[in-house]
C-alpha cells in the first residue's frame, strides 16, 4: 500500500481521518496525497427568486475552499514530520492535487490509481464525512476504502479480525487487505450464525490464510439479536480488534437504507478503523 488518497472537506474534522492515513503510511513507507472534495453541486445555482439567495458555491468560493483543505492538510503533515514528496524520492511522504474542488464522482475514478483511501466515519453527525463521498470511493474507484474511527486506536493492524459472510465483496476484502494481514499479529475470522450467503466456511478461510503463513483463528458467535452489525462490533471489540476487515454491501444500498443492514451501522457507528472493498 504505498499510495493512499485523502479527500478532505473544508469544515470537516479531519484528524482523525489523516492520523488513520499516517498510522497506514507508516507501516509502508507510503505516499499521502490530499484532495479537496465537495458535493455534487453545479459550480453556481441559480438565485432562489423566493428567497434571493445565491449559491455560495461559485467559483471564488471553489478556490478558498480548497486553499482552506490544502491548508489543512499540509499543516498537519507538517506537525508529523512528513516531508512533501520530491521528484525521484520515494519512501513516506505527502503530496496536494493542484486541481481545486473536486466533486465525489471525481473522487471515485481519481481514486483508482491509489492502492487505498481513507475516509472518516460517515456516521451523518457535522463535519463527519459525507456518506457519499464514502460511497463514492467503495462503488467507484475499485480500490479498498479505510474507515478512520472518530478517535484514532493506539495500534493499528495487529488484532486482524475478518468479518466472514462468504460474499465476493468480503473475498475481495480480504485479498485487498492482504498487505496489513501480512503484518498482523494475530487473524481471527469471524462468522455469526446464520449470517451471510452460501459459500466457503470461516474455517476454510482460515485455512487458506495459514497456507500464506498467517495467523489465522476462525470462530463463530452468536447473533439472538439479528443485528449483524452491531454483533460484528461487539465481538471485534471483545477481541482487541484495531483493524476489521468486511465486504461493503452485500446487500443493496436501497435495502440497507430502508431496512438496516450490517455494512451501514458499522460506517455509522464503527470504534475502530474498518477496511471495506465491495
Known amino acids: ?5 485523502v479527500p478532505i472537506e473544508d469544515h470537516g474534522v479531519i484528524e482523525p481521518q489523516l492520523e488513520a492515513a499516517v498510522q497506514l503510511a507508516q507501516l509502508f513507507d507510503s505516499y499521502i496525497e490530499g484532495i479537496a472534495i465537495t ?21 471564488e468560493n471553489r478556490l478558498e475552499m ?7 492538510f499540509e499543516a498537519f503533515m507538517t506537525g508529523k514530520q512528513i516531508s512533501r514528496a520530491a521528484a525521484g524520492l520515494t519512501g513516506l511522504s505527502s503530496g496536494w492535487r493542484q486541481d481545486g474542488l473536486m466533486e465525489d464522482a471525481f473522487l471515485g475514478a481519481y481514486g483508482r490509481v491509489f492502492d487505498i483511501i481513507v475516509v472518516g466515519r460517515p456516521d451523518g453527525s457535522n463535519g463527519q464525512t459525507r456518506l457519499s463521498t464514502a460511497e463514492a470511493a467503495l462503488f467507484e474507484a475499485g480500490r479498498p476504502v479505510l474507515i478512520a474511527p472518530p478517535v484514532p486506536t493506539r495500534s493499528f493492524g495487529e488484532t486482524a479480525v475478518i468479518a466472514w459472510n462468504r ?3 468480503t473475498a475481495r476484502a480480504v485479498l485487498d487487505s492482504m498487505p496489513l494481514l501480512r503484518k498482523a499479529k494475530r487473524i481471527v475470522v469471524l462468522e455469526l450464525d446464520d449470517w451471510g450467503v452460501p459459500g466457503p466456511s470461516g474455517s476454510e ?11 489465522a483463528e476462525a470462530i463463530t458467535a452468536a447473533d439472538p439479536s439479528n443485528r449483524p452489525g452491531e454483533a460484528i462490533l ?9 483493524l476489521l476487515v468486511k465486504g461493503a454491501y452485500t446487500q443493496s444500498r436501497l435495502r440497507q437504507m430502508f431496512f438496516g443492514g450490517a455494512t451501514s451501522h458499522i460506517l455509522g457507528n464503527t470504534t475502530m478503523p474498518v477496511l471495506m472493498a465491495h
Open 167 to 169: 460474499s465476493t465483496e
Open 66 to 72: 480548497a486553499r482552506v483543505c490544502r491548508e489543512r
Open 39 to 59: 458535493p455534487d453541486y453545479p459550480v453556481v445555482l441559480p438565485v432562489d427568486i423566493a428567497i434571493g439567495v445565491p449559491s455560495p458555491i461559485t467559483p
Open 234 to 242: 461487539k465481538e471485534a471489540a471483545a477481541l482487541g480488534c484495531d
Open 205 to 215: 478461510l482460515a485455512r487458506h490464510l495459514r497456507m500464506h503463513d498467517l495467523p
Open 1 to 5: 500500500m504505498k499510495s493512499i488518497l
